[in-house]
């Protein structure tokens, strides 16, 4: 009776452990793919992150400019698609727009987001985002960008709308 409990008390541990190690692995391949690329472009690169939201239907994208390490700039667009007037396909409508440099950074808030660089996003990633709680959240982690994360984020179980927290990012490219 005894050896089924301890067979099966293993399986579980040694399955949640080789999860949280794939998880890990995923995760340091990408950090490893983001120092190549900062090294081979001078720590000098551009992202663009998107969000949206199913309730309201406006979506944004906020591109982030990094020159050596230092954020440079930061651009945001958000917008709403609605259907055409044919009935096929949609219409995307910008709704704000505008671009704040070194001189005048965050002066629009968080609206935005927040102007982090790569290194701070993995920084997030690693310490705030991957650590959720993984008994009342779901956690995401993808590295679709040439090895570089693409999602990083959690949602609490049961969420259908608005209440994840995280990252997803579109592009990275070099300057």
Known sequence: MKKPLIITLL?????????????TNDYDKSYSAWLSFKRA???SYSYTTINGS??????????ITVNKGVVIARDYTSYKYSPNTTGTGSVKTTLSEWHEDKT??????NAAGQVLTLDDVYKKAK?????????????????TIN??????SYRP???????????????????
Do not use: P, R
């Not at 399986?11 to 949280?20: D, E, R, V």
């Not at 090895?147 to 990083?152: A, L, N, P, R």
């Open 127 to 143: 310490n705030e985002w991957l650590t959720a709680d993984k008994k009342t959240n779901d956690i995401f982690f993808e590295a």
């Open 147 to 152: 090895g570089m994360i693409s999602t990083c």
């Open 41 to 43: 472009n001078n720590n």
């Open 104 to 109: 005048n950074l965050n002066t629009h808030g």
């Open 157 to 175: 179980k049961g969420c259908q709308d608005d209440c994840t927290v995280g990252i997803h990012i579109w592009y990275i490219n070099a300057l």
């Open 54 to 63: 199913v309730v309201s239907g406006v979506s944004g994208e906020t591109k």
């Open 11 to 23: 399986i579980t541990i040694c399955l949640s452990a080789c999860k949280k190690d794939a998880l």
